[in-house]
């Protein structure tokens, strides 16, 4: 018996995947595990096809095996389930959700918790990030920081100028929360300062409509680009 799923026909989770993988996909979520089995009592769809599509959104690394069932005698069923990757492509609304706590927090007059959290967060963070560049120095440290804030979704690069090296961030993962407050570019920039061990002059501003946080390393922080920018108002 094939399921009918109450979903957008036109909906597209990501590039390269077809109809019959999207409603696989979908299918996974709406059931949380699935045996192959499973997944022909909802699809119209022969068995190898569907063997197939899983081997194929296993190496997009979309879906993941969790484990095997046992039903009664013969060889168990191997059971899948979406991975981090593939629950990704559902909507999420953490960013909205934040974004609308942080106004509150605000427009209410409790800032100071939006402050003593970040605070609480850049500490956290350098305990769990200092041991990676303590034996680092010079260029190997610069790098490795930036491995770091691209790890934390930053799309962070080093380049190279002549007057010494730059890092630019390419993308900001807190940006609903920055259009409230420049509270999170505070936070982590003084831990980036802790990281490089280095001082930051700031270039450039995406909260300013600039396409990247741009950074020259080592040198003073110029009073025209002063890291402690002034928070941005929340708006009524």
Known sequence: MSRRLASDPESNLGPGL???QQTILELLLRSGEATL???EASLELATETLRDHLKALGAKG????????REGPGRPH??????????????KREGELLRELATFLQVSGNVHLLEAFFEARVQRKWEVLRHRVA??????????VARILSDEGFMAEIEDTATGPRL???HCPLREVVAVSHLPCRAE???VKELLGEPLQRLSFMPD???TCTYSIGEPDAAGADLEAPDKPAAN
């Open 18 to 20: 077809g109809e019959s």
């Open 37 to 39: 089995a499973d997944l």
């Open 62 to 69: 979309l879906v993941e095996r969790a484990g095997v069932r």
């Open 78 to 91: 191997v059971v899948y389930r979406l991975s981090n990757a593939g629950l990704d492509l559902f909507p």
């Open 135 to 144: 034996h680092l120095e010079g260029i190997e440290r610069t790098e490795e």
């Open 168 to 170: 630019r961030l390419c």
């Open 189 to 191: 920039m003084a831990l």
């Open 209 to 211: 409509g600039e396409s």
